[in-house]
Structures are given as structure tokens and as C-alpha cells.
């Protein structure tokens, strides 16, 4: 006989599928069930990232097609990598991939040389400069939006932009830092008659280009850190009579740091897979071949050469994601210190 007050069942209580699943969601941690919350986006960004990364690692497992007829030809496993890897495609590619000798000359004209050149450059004096336009902004003075505002203009220039204004100032008889004029840097003897040909001098002017265009990045993001620090431990500083310097080491640079590794990694990525500034500048893929030019040049070029060109965006790829890896793990030891 029913009763004249119905007892209302709570989820989670009784049987059947649902109430299973209640009780199990009510049972996760809370680290748990934000990982839970996390697993679509997860699973969505995994699809996007990883599908084209197995794509081209299948693609690489194929010789370069013979015809034009098909995309690649037959399936020939890892000798694509060998052939890459001991330079028996070097003359398919504007530079070998990795040195093939111990000589200077060859240590200094691979793909992954120049690459590594240019990213450790860039990314150190974009820290430093960053770090210390970060710590001016910072300050309280007037006009400091304006200025925030100001740093940014050379980060929302486009790419093609930013190469024509430096090939304008290196190109032969028409830049102010070449020829005869007061600002030449070739009567200086710092560049050659010829600098956008030139492999040394064209890194140079590149990796200028770079840090004009992306130190406001790297400001920005540890702005943002330095905009997290309790200011109540300056005060208390100074009533303690710690100097300017101290301060910064014990105070700003710990809370921060966590801040400039993941500033760092995000620049890294981009300064890895260099490209654009090489041929909107004017230098070229045969003066300073890089990792991405390697991709770019043994797909586009007068044969299409898929299975290399996919095996070399492999290779760039992996070692991109092994330099993410080492920083991944100095960011947790550094948030676990």
C-alpha cells in the first residue's frame, strides 16, 4: 500500500547505472575529478595535436614517390630516417640535417646547428632584455600605460613586414648599416660586403629581427609574474634594510622564475621552428637553413619529396618535444623546491 508521503530517492541512492556513476563521482578527489572535468578538452587537443604528428611519422615510414603520379611510393620503414640521419639525402636538401663530419664547416652548416644557434641566442637576450623591460613596467611612474602600449608594437608587426624592414636596412646600396654612410657596420668590420648571403652574417641579422620583434612577448608574460608579487614583502624588506639587489634575488627572482621558464618554453618552441623572418628578410633558405627550411624546401621543391620531407618534420618534431621535456622538468623541480 502506498504511503501518503512519497520518499524521495537523492541521487546516488538506489541502484542501476546512473546512481553507480554518482557515487562514483562523489568518491574522486578533488585533483581527480578536475582531471574529469579536464578529459573532453584533453581528448579534443590530443586528436588536433597528434593526429597530424602520426600522419607524418606514417608518411615517413614511405619512400619519396618516383612519379607524380602518387603521394609517396613504397613502404620502406626506418630508411628514411637512416638516409636523412647519415646525410645520404643531403643533396636532395638545401643543408644536412645533423653535422656530418667533426670540422668546423660541417659542425656549423647542418640544419640542426643552425637551428640550435639561433634559439639559444634569441631566447637569452629576449629573457634578459624581457625580464628588464618587465621590471620598468613594472614600476609605478607616468605614462606607464603608454609605455606598455609602445613595447608592444613591434610584436603585432606582421612577419612579412618585419623581414622587408630589415632586408631595407642590411640590402646592399640601399640599408643604412651597409655601404659607406655613417652607420655602416661594414666600415666597422662587424659585416661583409654581401650580408644577407652571407651564413654569419645573415644569423646575425635574424636573430637581431627576432629579438626586436618577441622581446615584448617575453615582457609581457613575466609582467604578468612580476604583477603576482606581494608588495607587502618589498615594504618589509626595506624595513629590514635589505638592499635593492637583495630584494631582487630573494624576493622577485624566486617568485617569478616559474614565470620566465614558461615564457622561456613558449619562445623556445617558436624560435625552433624559424622560418618566416628567413625568407621575408630576404637571407634564404640556402644561406641559413634551418629545421622548418628542411621541411619546407624537400616538400615544396622542384620534386615533392613527401616521404623526406615528412621524415624531417619527424626528427624536427621529437627533438622539439625533448627540449620541452627537459624544461617540463625543470619547471617541477622548480615548483617543487
Same mark, same amino acid.
Given at each position: 500500500?502506498?504511503?501518503?508521503?512519497?520518499?524521495?530517492?537523492?541521487?546516488?541512492?538506489?541502484?542501476?547505472?546512473?546512481?553507480?556513476?554518482?557515487?562514483?563521482?562523489?568518491?574522486?578527489?578533488?585533483?581527480?575529478?578536475?582531471?574529469?572535468?579536464?578529459?573532453?578538452?584533453?581528448? #579534443?587537443?590530443? =586528436?588536433?595535436?597528434?593526429? @597530424?604528428?602520426?600522419?607524418?611519422?606514417? &608518411? !615517413? +615510414?614511405?619512400?619519396?614517390? *618516383?612519379?607524380?603520379?602518387?603521394?609517396?611510393?613504397?613502404?620502406?620503414?626506418?630508411?628514411?630516417?637512416?638516409?636523412?640521419?647519415?646525410?645520404?639525402?643531403?643533396?636532395?636538401?638545401?643543408?644536412?640535417?645533423?653535422?656530418?663530419?667533426?670540422?668546423?664547416?660541417?659542425?656549423?652548416?647542418?640544419?640542426?646547428?643552425?637551428?640550435?644557434?639561433?634559439?639559444?641566442?634569441?631566447?637569452?637576450?629576449?629573457?634578459?632584455?624581457?625580464?628588464?623591460?618587465?621590471?620598468?613596467?613594472?614600476?609605478?611612474?607616468?605614462?606607464?600605460?603608454?609605455?606598455?602600449?609602445?613595447?608592444?608594437?613591434?610584436?603585432?608587426?606582421?612577419?612579412?613586414?618585419?623581414?622587408?624592414?630589415?632586408? #631595407?636596412?642590411? =640590402?646592399?646600396?640601399?640599408? @643604412?648599416?651597409?655601404?659607406?654612410?655613417? &652607420? !655602416? +657596420?661594414?666600415?666597422?668590420? *662587424?659585416?661583409?660586403?654581401?650580408?644577407?648571403?652571407?651564413?654569419?652574417?645573415?644569423?646575425?641579422?635574424?636573430?637581431?629581427?627576432?629579438?626586436?620583434?618577441?622581446?615584448?612577448?617575453?615582457?609581457?608574460?613575466?609582467?604578468?609574474?612580476?604583477?603576482?608579487?606581494?608588495?607587502?614583502?618589498?615594504?618589509?624588506?626595506?624595513?629590514?634594510?635589505?638592499?635593492?639587489?637583495?630584494?631582487?634575488?630573494?624576493?622577485?627572482?624566486?617568485?617569478?622564475?616559474?614565470?620566465?621558464?614558461?615564457?622561456?618554453?613558449?619562445?623556445?618552441?617558436?624560435?625552433?621552428?624559424?622560418?618566416?623572418?628567413?625568407?621575408?628578410?630576404?637571407?634564404?633558405?640556402?644561406?641559413?637553413?634551418?629545421?622548418?627550411?628542411?621541411?619546407?624546401?624537400?616538400?615544396?621543391?622542384?620534386?615533392?619529396?613527401?616521404?623526406?620531407?615528412?621524415?624531417?618534420?619527424?626528427?624536427?618534431?621529437?627533438?622539439?618535444?625533448?627540449?620541452?621535456?627537459?624544461?617540463?622538468?625543470?619547471?617541477?623541480?622548480?615548483?617543487?623546491?
Amino acid at each position: 500500500m502506498a504511503t501518503e508521503h512519497e520518499t524521495e530517492t537523492l541521487p546516488g541512492e538506489g541502484g542501476g547505472v546512473y546512481a553507480s556513476f554518482i557515487r562514483w563521482m562523489e568518491n574522486l578527489s578533488e585533483t581527480q575529478f578536475a582531471y574529469f572535468l579536464l578529459t573532453p578538452a584533453l581528448l #579534443l587537443l590530443g =586528436a588536433i595535436a597528434f593526429w @597530424p604528428l602520426l600522419s607524418t611519422f606514417r &608518411l !615517413s +615510414l614511405f619512400a619519396d614517390a *618516383i612519379t607524380g603520379t602518387s603521394t609517396v611510393g613504397e613502404f620502406v620503414g626506418i630508411q628514411n630516417y637512416l638516409a636523412v640521419l647519415t646525410g645520404e639525402r643531403n643533396a636532395l636538401l638545401p643543408a644536412p640535417f645533423i653535422p656530418t663530419s667533426l670540422s668546423v664547416k660541417a659542425i656549423f652548416g647542418s640544419a640542426l646547428t643552425v637551428t640550435l644557434i639561433f634559439t639559444i641566442a634569441s631566447v637569452f637576450f629576449e629573457t634578459i632584455i624581457g625580464f628588464g623591460q618587465a621590471l620598468v613596467l613594472d614600476q609605478d611612474f607616468r605614462g606607464r600605460r603608454w609605455a606598455r602600449v609602445v613595447i608592444i608594437i613591434p610584436w603585432a608587426v606582421p612577419i612579412v613586414i618585419q623581414g622587408m624592414i630589415f632586408y #631595407l636596412f642590411f =640590402a646592399p646600396g640601399i640599408g @643604412p648599416f651597409v655601404g659607406e654612410g655613417p &652607420l !655602416s +657596420l661594414q666600415q666597422a668590420g *662587424i659585416l661583409s660586403d654581401s650580408p644577407l648571403q652571407t651564413t654569419i652574417d645573415a644569423a646575425m641579422i635574424t636573430i637581431v629581427a627576432d629579438i626586436w620583434k618577441t622581446t615584448a612577448f617575453m615582457a609581457l608574460l613575466i609582467l604578468a609574474g612580476l604583477q603576482s608579487v606581494n608588495r607587502d614583502l618589498y615594504d618589509v624588506a626595506r624595513v629590514s634594510g635589505a638592499s635593492t639587489w637583495q630584494r631582487f634575488k630573494l624576493i622577485t627572482l624566486p617568485i617569478v622564475l616559474p614565470t620566465v621558464l614558461v615564457a622561456m618554453l613558449f619562445r623556445t618552441i617558436q624560435a625552433m621552428r624559424v622560418y618566416g623572418i628567413i625568407e621575408a628578410s630576404g637571407v634564404g633558405c640556402s644561406t641559413l637553413p634551418s629545421l622548418s627550411c628542411l621541411v619546407v624546401t624537400s616538400f615544396f621543391g622542384g620534386t615533392r619529396l613527401v616521404g623526406t620531407a615528412a621524415t624531417v618534420a619527424f626528427l624536427t618534431a621529437a627533438f622539439i618535444g625533448l627540449v620541452v621535456t627537459v624544461y617540463i622538468i625543470g619547471y617541477a623541480r622548480e615548483e617543487g623546491a
